[in-house]
């Protein structure tokens, strides 16, 4: 079965830091991209940041830049969401999403996504 499974997520105070993993399982992530989003209440989904397979080009939203790292571990065949400085507006449900091809912002284009991690930003 090919899934992604997201953990990591939970409530933290503004300034405060989380680390997100996106496992992935039936497949290996050597070949694929991986993209974070994020969608809060009444909210679009939206990107916040994308690694490609080799893990040697990384892309950022410009409301995470400074704040955020991505990784990529190919041996745990898992990515990584380093999301330090948090503010309330990062507060949403954060998915990670595979596409077989270099990052892109088209979110229509993923094709396997996790079920999401609750990340809330609250003092």
């Known amino acids: 079965q090919l899934q992604l499974v997201e953990s990591g997520g939970g409530l933290v105070q503004p300034g405060g830091s989380l680390r997100l993993s996106c496992a992935a399982s039936?497949?290996?992530?050597?070949?694929?991209?991986i993209g974070w989003f994020r969608q809060a209440p009444g909210k679009e989904r939206e990107g916040v940041s994308c690694?490609?397979?080799?893990?040697?080009?990384?892309n950022y939203a410009d409301s995470v830049k400074g704040r955020f790292t991505i990784s990529k571990d190919n041996a745990k065949n898992t990515v990584y969401l380093q999301m330090n400085s948090l503010k309330p507006d990062d507060t949403a449900v954060y998915y990670c999403?595979?596409?077989?091809?270099?990052?892109?912002?088209?979110?229509?284009?993923?094709?396997?996504w996790g079920q999401g991690t609750q990340v809330t930003v609250s003092s």
């Open positions: 999403a595979a596409i077989g091809a270099p990052c892109i912002d088209d979110l229509a284009e993923y094709y396997y």
């Open positions: 039936g497949f290996t992530l050597d070949y694929y991209s």
């Open positions: 690694i490609s397979s080799s893990g040697s080009d990384t």
